[in-house]
């Protein structure tokens, strides 16, 4: 029915990059918001990054601005996070969902992982020397 699965994670040296993409399957994204959240050891989940369902509106966490970009494909049913520059901190397992856009979930103030219906697997990100 409505699934996203995502890829892409490992390990990774500091400074190095990677590329998380959630595939979506059952439903077109062409209606939903996509959010990046990430759960980190010892720490609750937090939001790391959002973007509205036709692209026009991103939000990321302070820590990862400059760093990290949201992207989207619409024809492909895919939503990207490239990740630069990683560090340490970065450690986690991050986690696609998505909302369908009866508002607007990805505003400066912030969003939140209660207002996302549908959730990946989660992918594991490890950076370490």
């Known amino acids: 029915q409505l699934t996203l699965v995502e890829s892409g994670g490992g390990l990774v040296q500091p400074g190095g990059s990677l590329r998380l993409s959630c595939q979506v399957s059952g439903f077109t994204l062409d209606y939903y918001a996509i959010g990046w959240f990430r759960r980190a050891p010892g720490k609750e989940r937090e939001g790391v990054s959002c973007?509205?369902?036709?692209?026009?509106?991103?939000n990321y966490v302070d820590s990862v601005k400059g760093r990290f970009t949201v992207s989207r494909d619409n024809a492909k049913n895919t939503a990207s996070l490239q990740m630069n520059n990683l560090k340490p901190e970065d450690t986690a397992i991050y986690y696609c969902?998505?909302?369908?856009?009866?508002?607007?979930?990805?505003?400066?103030?912030?969003?939140?992982?209660?207002?996302?219906?549908?959730w990946g697997q989660g992918t594991q990100v490890t950076v370490s020397s």
């Open positions: 969902a998505a909302v369908w856009e009866t508002m607007n979930y990805c505003s400066s103030s912030g969003f939140r992982s209660n207002d996302f219906t549908n």
């Open positions: 973007i509205s369902a036709n692209g026009g509106v991103t």
